[in-house]
Structure formats: structure tokens, C-alpha cells
């Protein structure tokens, strides 16, 4: 359910835009939409979704972005506490806020830690230009991985474009917002 999860995010932009903007009722549309990603128990999205009236660009009082985002904060951390997310989270079914680091070894991170050191020492050897398009795949193959793609779009780049690639494409987003 990660891509449904992701689309919820998106949704859930928009609908503190429109809450910031004058429309009351999609307070509660982002509210479904962020319930999605927890029920689903899908890590990223509930962080992006959660974290949208603090970082969003739209017009919205002060006041009202600190007060949810304090209420959204005291939530996410309920729900990580919870029982749901801990044997998500933790190989031992248990952990604290301080244990969610990169060198952990308790911390479950579906191989991450290991794609993600394949890639970037395969990037040291082409740091500006990387290795081509979608060269990570054969990277991660070689490497004996069965999934061809990293958990990590700005790696993926970095590997597959190099800094002038993934420079490239940040000012465009820039540029863009």
C-alpha cells in the first residue's frame, strides 16, 4: 500500500492548503488522509503527511500551525509508542525515539543500510557525472540484490546522475516552488 500511502500525502498537501485558505471541512479530508498511512503502517508517509501544516507553503496562521503541529506531534508519538509500530520499527519489538539512528542494528530498515553503501561507494568512483541512467539497477544486481531499486530517490540519482545531475534537478524543483 506504500504508492495509495503516498498519493495520501499528496491529498493531504492540498487539503491544508485548502484548510489554510478558508475551508474548515478539509481539515477533517486531511485527517482521513493521514489515518491511511497509520493504518497501513507505512513509515514515510506518516512522518511526510504529519509533518504538513508545519512545513507547507500556504498562507496559514501562525498560531494554527504550531498549535496542530504540537497536537500531530503528540499523536505521532503515541502512535509510535504504540504496539503496531514498535515490532514495525525494532527487530525486538521494542525501542525509544532515541533509538532511531542509521547504526542501529535493532532498528528494521528492509535492507536499506546495505543498498544504500553499495550505491554510495559505487558513486565515489563517478562523483560529477555518475554512472548513467538507471545504472544503479545493474549496481544493486551485481551486488545481488533482487529489487533494482533503492528505498532512496536522491540517491538514486546521485548514483545514476552525479552532483551535477541531482543539482540539475533540485533547482528545478526550486525554481518550481
Known sequence: MTPECITC???AAFYVAFYATGSP???????GM????????????VL????AFLLSLSPLKLRHRLLLGAML????????????????????????LQDVRWGNDNLQL???????????????????????????????????????????D????????GIAGVSCFGLSMIVQV
Open 9 to 11: 500525502c499528496m491529498l
Open 73 to 96: 506531534a503528540l499523536f505521532g508519538l503515541i502512535t509510535f509508542y504504540s504496539p503496531r509500530y514498535q515490532r514495525l520499527m525494532f527487530h525486538s519489538g521494542a525501542g525509544t
Open 48 to 51: 511526510s503527511a504529519s509533518s
Open 154 to 161: 536522491w540517491l538514486k540519482l546521485l548514483h545514476d546522475l
Open 34 to 45: 493521514l489515518a491511511v498511512p497509520i493504518l497501513m503502517l507505512v513509515r514515510g508517509p
Open 25 to 31: 471541512r478539509h481539515l477533517w479530508f486531511y485527517f
Open 110 to 152: 528492509s535492507g536499506r543500510r546495505a543498498m544504500w553503501e553499495v550505491l554510495w561507494d559505487h558513486w565515489k568512483t563517478s562523483r560529477w557525472t555518475g554512472h548513467g541512467l538507471n545504472s544503479s539497477r545493474s549496481a544493486l544486481a551485481t551486488a545481488g540484490y533482487t529489487a533494482y531499486l533503492p528505498h532512496n
